[in-house]
């Protein structure tokens, strides 16, 4: 039995901003014959080294396929993925999502598309920061906010498939609206997603900067039910020197308030942080409060990122810790995200959950505890479970 390769394939790194952009990357490519996609990323060094390794892979299951690589990477390492005998051509990572960068029309028709049970809904690319360990500026450029209307219209789209819940993403996401008319603030847009969309079951968010997140954000995330009590924040550190040195904006205590803040008016509300490891000159009093905020602000969603030293960052020029107690100060950070996950995984045994079911028999439930559905239960239909033990890290009834 001879299988059929789509003609098109687009293989996505990195963040959720990279998934919404390579959907939209098949719907516009998906005329076009003969063609793989890598939508790179270029965060660390180690997602550098994962592009390269899928760069190979795609070329060794189509050889005769043409290669073009996006994303971050296409503009942070241009010149060494250029020079890869595998990769036919660059597409400028501003220019990905337009028809001309890859000779293509603007597409017409658009694919039959099957029923998805989320959909990551691009709002804003870019960043205006300058966070001294953050290359991604470099490949996303400056903070650019799509308008009310095109946002809408995504997701008027994605609800017409059967999208029963919807992640606001971006590079810097609460900076939506800084470079519109009026300079609205992110609040604004999920106050019209709501008014224009009243049986939108889920609305959830993806990752915020705690500096930016505006009065009307605020009381939607601790008042209305149909936005998600889960809370993603752009943390990075526990240590105010090491904030400081990696030019964030927040303090610890400004972190810990928020999420006191939260809490207070929605108690149910889980959190989660990115957690960079072994940032240079982090000593182990530094390391020493990085654990510590785990536990203080109850992270059970932690991304953990060991440092990884970018070529043209400040932070690159600065006195860097030894790989081997990066590595293992990233191992500690790790557990301890596990040791407040698992308590708090073992706090919903008995309670009922609304649960949106995905593929695979498992799903989500609000607060994004990982649940396994009744067997059966049909991708995109919220179901009530009341779990009663939890299996590989995970919930079941």
């Not at 603007?106 to 953050?134: I, K, M």
């Not at 990696?246 to 006191?260: F, G, P, Q, T």
């Not at 939260?262 to 182990?284: K, Q, V, W």
Request: charged content about 25%; proline content about 7%.
């Amino acid at each position: 039995m001879t299988v059929l390769q789509p003609k098109v394939e687009v293989h996505s790194l990195g963040c959720r901003l990279n998934l919404a952009e390579s959907e939209a990357l098949r719907t516009m490519l998906h005329e076009a014959d003969d063609l793989v996609v890598i939508n790179s990323c270029a965060v660390t060094a180690e997602a550098v080294r994962q592009t390269r390794q899928a760069i190979r892979r795609a070329r060794k299951a189509r050889p005769d396929a043409r290669l073009l690589v996006t994303g971050c990477a296409a503009e942070v390492e241009r010149e060494a993925l250029a020079a890869m005998p595998e990769v036919d051509g660059l597409i400028a990572n501003t220019a990905k999502l337009d028809p001309r960068a890859w000779n293509v029309p603007v597409p017409t028709r658009l694919p039959e598309t099957r029923a998805h049970t989320r959909a990551f809904v691009q709002v804003q690319n870019g960043c205006d920061h300058a966070c001294t360990f953050c290359v991604i500026p470099q490949g996303r450029g400056p903070s650019r906010s799509h308008p009310v209307a095109q946002v809408l219209e995504d997701i008027a789209r994605h609800r017409d498939a059967g999208v029963q819940e919807v992640i606001l993403t971006g590079v810097d996401l609460t900076s939506w609206g800084s470079d519109l008319q009026g300079t609205p603030a992110l609040g604004v847009l999920a106050a019209a997603i709501l008014h224009r969309f009243p049986d939108l079951p889920r609305l959830r968010l993806s990752s915020i900067d705690g500096a930016e997140v505006d009065e009307t954000l605020f009381d939607l995330i601790v008042s209305e039910t149909r936005v998600m009590p889960h809370v993603h924040l752009s943390l990075q550190h526990g240590d105010d020197l090491m904030l400081k040195r990696m030019k964030r904006r927040h303090s610890r205590a400004d972190a810990i308030s928020l999420v006191e803040r939260l809490r207070a008016r929605r108690p149910e509300i889980a959190i989660g942080a990115d957690l960079i490891a072994g940032f240079p000159t982090e000593d182990e009093a530094a390391h020493a409060a990085n654990v510590s905020i785990i536990g203080e602000l109850g992270v059970v969603h932690g991304h953990v990122f060991p440092y990884s030293q970018r070529p043209g960052t400040p932070a690159a020029r600065m006195p860097q810790v030894e790989h081997a107690t990066i590595r293992a100060r990233a191992v500690q950070l790790r557990a301890k995200v596990a040791q407040v996950r698992a308590s708090w995984l073992a706090g919903h045994l008995g309670m009922p959950l609304w649960v949106l079911a995905e593929r695979g028999g498992s799903g989500h439930a609000a607060d994004f505890a990982p649940v396994r559905v009744p067997p059966g239960t049909p991708p995109g239909v919220l179901v009530e479970v009341t779990p009663t033990r939890i299996v590989e890290g995970m919930l079941e009834a």
